[in-house]
C-alpha cells in the first residue's frame, strides 16, 4: 500500500512537473491599438493621406490586433504571429495566404549557442521601424520604412560572434512576397551587429516584384539616462531609380510614465522613374504616456514636400504640406 501511494505521488509531481515545464515553453502575447485622427491643414472627409504606411484614415478607426503564440525548446521553436485590421492587412499585402491574417510564421533551430538557424516568414531586418506599434515610439510610420520590405519569406542565419558583434545572412523570396516570382529570383540579405548599430543589405533582381539593392543603417546611443537618439538612413535603387533618406529619433524620458520623442526625417525619390527628383521633410512629434500594459501617444505630425503637391489645403486646392493630430492607444500583453 505504501509502494502504491509512493508511486501514486511520485506519479502526480512528475505531471505537475511536466505542465509546469509546457506552460514555461508556451507564450502567448500580442497587442491591439486603435486611434483618432485629424487633418489640421485639410478636410477630414476627402481621402487626404500622408502616403505612409498604416494610419491612414481620419476620424475614429482601429489599427490593428495581433495576438504571437510562440513555443521554445531547447533547440527548437517556432512562433506564429496572426494579426487582423486595417494595419495586419497593409503590412501582409493581398498576396499572402490569408490577406490580413500572417504576420509571421517561421520554425527555428538553435544549432549551436551562437548560431540559429530560422526558415519561414519573419518581420524584416530593414529599418528603424516595425509593424507592430507598440515597438515603435512614433504611431505613425516613416517614409523610409513604409518604401521598404516589411516581411520576408526564406531561411536565414543567425551568428552571435561576441557579446556585442553578430551577423545575419539570409535567402528569401523576392521582396514582401509569399511564393517565389515568376521569373525564379530570389532575394539575398545580411545584417552585421556591432555594439548595438547595424548595417543591413538586401538584394534582389525581379524585374517585377523586386525591391533591387537597399543599403540601410539602424542604431542609435544613449546620451543620457534619460536621452536617448536612434538614427536611420537607406539608400535604394533599382535599375537607376529608388528612394534615399535619413531619420533621427531623439527622445527624452521625463519620468517613469511619460517620453516625448521627435522623428526629423529627409527622404528623397531618385532616378529615371522620378524625373523630377521629389522629396520630402516630415517632423513629428510623439508623446508616450504608460499605464500598466496601456500606452497612449498624442502625436502631432507635418510633412512638407520640395518639389510636388500631393495633398490638398482646407479650400480644395492643392498644397506641398499636410498636417494632422493623432491619439492612439495600445494595449499589450
Request: aromatic share 14%; proline share 3%.
Amino acid at each position: 500500500m505504501k509502494k502504491l501511494i509512493t508511486l501514486s505521488m511520485l506519479f502526480m509531481a512528475t505531471v505537475v512537473f511536466a505542465q509546469e515545464e509546457a506552460e514555461k515553453k508556451l507564450s502567448i502575447s500580442g497587442s491591439v491599438d486603435a486611434y483618432f485622427q485629424t487633418y489640421l491643414t485639410a478636410p477630414d472627409n476627402q481621402g487626404v493621406a500622408f502616403g505612409t504606411a498604416f494610419a491612414e484614415q481620419s476620424g475614429f478607426a482601429i489599427g490593428m490586433a495581433n495576438i504571437i503564440v510562440s513555443y521554445e525548446g531547447e533547440k527548437v521553436g517556432a512562433v506564429l504571429d496572426l494579426v487582423t485590421g486595417p494595419r495586419g492587412a497593409g503590412a501582409t499585402f493581398n498576396t499572402d495566404i490569408v490577406d490580413g491574417i500572417v504576420n509571421q510564421a517561421y520554425v527555428y533551430w538553435n544549432v549551436s549557442e551562437g548560431t540559429t538557424l530560422t526558415l519561414g516568414r519573419w518581420n524584416t531586418f530593414l529599418g528603424y521601424e516595425v509593424i507592430a506599434p507598440a515597438a515603435n515610439f512614433n504611431y505613425s510610420c516613416s517614409y523610409l520604412f513604409s518604401n521598404g520590405p516589411f516581411s520576408h519569406v526564406g531561411l536565414k542565419a543567425d551568428f552571435a560572434l561576441s557579446d556585442d558583434v553578430s551577423l545575419m545572412l539570409a535567402i528569401t523570396n523576392p521582396w514582401d512576397t509569399n511564393n517565389i516570382s515568376y521569373s525564379g529570383e530570389y532575394g539575398l540579405g545580411a545584417q552585421l551587429g556591432f555594439y548595438g548599430q547595424y548595417l543591413n543589405l538586401y538584394y534582389d533582381s525581379d524585374e517585377d516584384d523586386g525591391l533591387g539593392f537597399e543599403i540601410d543603417y539602424t542604431g542609435g546611443f544613449d546620451l543620457s539616462e534619460s536621452f536617448f537618439l536612434g538614427i536611420n538612413a537607406a539608400y535604394n535603387d533599382k535599375d537607376g531609380s529608388g528612394f534615399y533618406g535619413a531619420a533621427l529619433y531623439p527622445q527624452v524620458a521625463t519620468s517613469d510614465s511619460f517620453s516625448l520623442g521627435l522623428r526629423g526625417e529627409y527622404f528623397g525619390l531618385h532616378g529615371d522613374d522620378n524625373p523630377d527628383e521629389e522629396s520630402v521633410l516630415g517632423l513629428t512629434l510623439t508623446g508616450s504616456y504608460t499605464v500598466e500594459n496601456l500606452i497612449i501617444k498624442p502625436e502631432i505630425r507635418l510633412d512638407s514636400w520640395s518639389d510636388a503637391m500631393p495633398y490638398i489645403d482646407n479650400d480644395g486646392a492643392a498644397s506641398d504640406n499636410l498636417a494632422a493630430f493623432t491619439l492612439a492607444a495600445i494595449y499589450s500583453f
